[in-house]
């Protein structure tokens, strides 16, 4: 039997979305308010997926006690309050679309789960917007 289990977390943060080799026309039109030059904030909603077999000896998949600080660690402290592209260095060069964020956040978390576990990251940036990354190349 292979069950999923999820975290819920959070933070915010701000970013800008913008192509530097892009008019500032040319980005207004493609990333709207997200092109903002002062920046603008987001209250992200992380669920954090891992499936896998029930483990007989404890009937867990993993302990939610280890999931919730490998997330605290990895990704609360490092995004909180935090401007993504000036503060976070896997944005200086890449674009902190929810799409990337939800890449990034799921290679800072791979390796700090066990390979038996599949692991699937969902970030939500709206209420109602929100992707899924669960390690497709
Ligand atoms: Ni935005």
Not at 27 to 44: D, L, M, Q, R, T
Not at 59 to 64: A, I, L, T
Request: net charge negative; proline share 4%.
């Amino acid at each position: 039997m292979r069950v999923t289990v999820s975290r819920k977390a959070h933070f915010n943060a701000a970013h800008r979305l913008y192509n530097n080799e892009w008019s500032d026309a040319r980005n207004a039109e493609v990333f709207g308010k997200c092109a903002n030059p002062n920046y603008h904030g987001h209250n992200y909603e992380l669920i954090i997926s891992v499936k896998g077999k029930i483990h007989p000896d404890t009937g867990f998949v993993m302990d939610m006690k280890v999931l919730k600080a490998l997330i605290r660690e990895e990704i609360e402290e490092q995004f909180d309050h935090k401007n993504l592209n000036e503060e976070v260095p896997e944005f200086k060069t890449l674009n902190p679309t929810a799409e990337n964020i939800s890449v990034v956040i799921w290679e800072k978390l791979r390796n700090k789960i066990s390979e038996d576990l599949e692991l699937t990251v969902t970030l939500y940036e709206t209420p109602r917007n929100f992707v899924t990354y669960s390690g497709e190349s």
